[in-house]
């Protein structure tokens, strides 16, 4: 994710005057809404966190190149009742609108 975005910066010839980087999202929402700072994050998360609070999300203005969540396990496990549990997790947490029309269907 960060990684994307730092390329997509280079690219763009953006430099960014970064005053605090944090291990996590933990805190993030009040820092930004207490003091005059931005903050780059999945959207995901920033709607969460505007909806906790008093913020605005907004979309980034330069492209950044996504990235492919794919699963994979050996067959034996197909049925089994854990493996079907975890797929389907991944499944909710990562497809959603963004899945291609080549991705499994949800595991039965």
Do not use: K, M
């Not at 996504?66 to 797929?87: D, M, P, S, T």
């Amino acid at each position: 994710g960060a990684q994307l975005l730092e390329q997509a910066l280079r690219q763009a010839r953006i430099e960014r005057d970064v005053v605090l980087e944090l291990p996590g999202f933990l805190g993030l929402g009040a820092i930004v809404q207490t003091t005059d700072l931005i903050t780059t994050l999945p959207r995901h998360i920033g709607e969460t966190l505007a909806h906790a609070s008093d913020l605005a999300v907004h979309a980034c203005p330069i492209p950044v190149d996504g990235f492919a969540v794919r699963q994979h396990w050996h067959a034996r496990y197909h049925h089994e009742a854990g493996n079907r549990w975890l797929r389907g997790l991944v499944i909710r947490l990562f497809g959603g609108a963004h899945r291609s029309a080549g991705d499994a269907p949800e595991p039965h």
